[in-house]
């Protein structure tokens, strides 16, 4: 007897305003990294960083979507062993305490 999970949806309304919050973020920094006054060498660096901090990011998200995941699946093991230990256990029976 396991409880559904309570976990609500992300709205499409949602979603679509992080996708452009992203989107807008993103390009702004890249129009500030091509406007900005300095020669090449130095625009290449932080054009690399930003991909390495977008990157990152990603990974970051995803690692932590993993874990809250895995915990899940893990408390609902633990709760469906416990459900199964409290069914079989018979507190009327004589003897058991």
């Known amino acids: 007897m396991t409880t559904p999970s309570i976990q609500r ?3 499409t309304a949602f979603f679509v305003q ?3 919050s ?7 920094l890249v129009i500030g990294i ?5 020669g090449p060498w130095e625009r290449g660096f932080l054009a690399i960083g930003l991909v390495f ?3 990152s990011a990603f990974t970051l998200a995803k690692c932590i ?4 995941e895995v915990e899940e699946v893990t408390n609902r093991v633990d709760k469906a062993r416990i459900d199964k230990i409290l069914i079989e256990q018979d507190v009327f029976k004589p003897g058991q305490v």
């Open 18 to 20: 992080a996708a452009i």
């Open 22 to 28: 992203f989107g807008l973020s993103l390009a702004a």
């Open 53 to 55: 901090v977008v990157s």
């Open 34 to 38: 091509i406007k900005l006054p300095v």
């Open 9 to 11: 949806p992300t709205t």
């Open 65 to 68: 979507r993993d874990r809250q």
